[in-house]
């Protein structure tokens, strides 16, 4: 059985950082595509950002490039999503999925963790 498990989230001021983690288990991590969405309150979710298997290839949402940085650590079956100058827009529930596949994708995932809140005040 996979899972996937967030951690990381918080409170935290504008401009300031912070990083999620995602562990998986229960299946070869490196066979994953992995990727960060977020749900704001009162929205849908979307796509944040993707990572393909070796690390070597990414993708972001136009609203956080050059802000957030995905990356992920094989040798642990974790990703992460290092989240820099963070802004009130930001705030929202966080979650990482995964897919088993070759290519990045904005689309649809076969994994998902429960989220970890994220919380950036003015």
């Known amino acids: 059985q996979v899972q996937l498990v967030e951690s990381g989230g918080g409170l935290v001021q504008a401009g300031g950082s912070l990083r999620l983690s995602c562990a998986v288990s229960?299946?070869?991590?490196?066979?994953?595509?992995m990727g960060w969405f977020r749900q704001a309150p009162g929205k849908e979710r979307e796509f944040v950002a993707t990572?393909?298997?070796?690390?070597?290839?990414?993708d972001y949402a136009d609203s956080v490039k050059g802000r957030l940085t995905i990356s992920r650590d094989n040798a642990k079956n974790t990703v992460y999503l290092q989240m820099n100058t963070l802004k009130p827009e930001d705030t929202a529930v966080y979650y990482c999925?995964?897919?088993?596949?070759?290519?990045?994708?904005?689309?649809?995932?076969?994994?998902w963790g429960q989220g970890t809140q994220v919380t950036v005040s003015s």
């Open positions: 999925a995964a897919r088993v596949a070759v290519l990045t994708t904005r689309g649809r995932y076969d994994y």
């Open positions: 229960g299946r070869t991590f490196s066979t994953f595509v």
């Open positions: 990572i393909n298997r070796n690390g070597g290839t990414t």
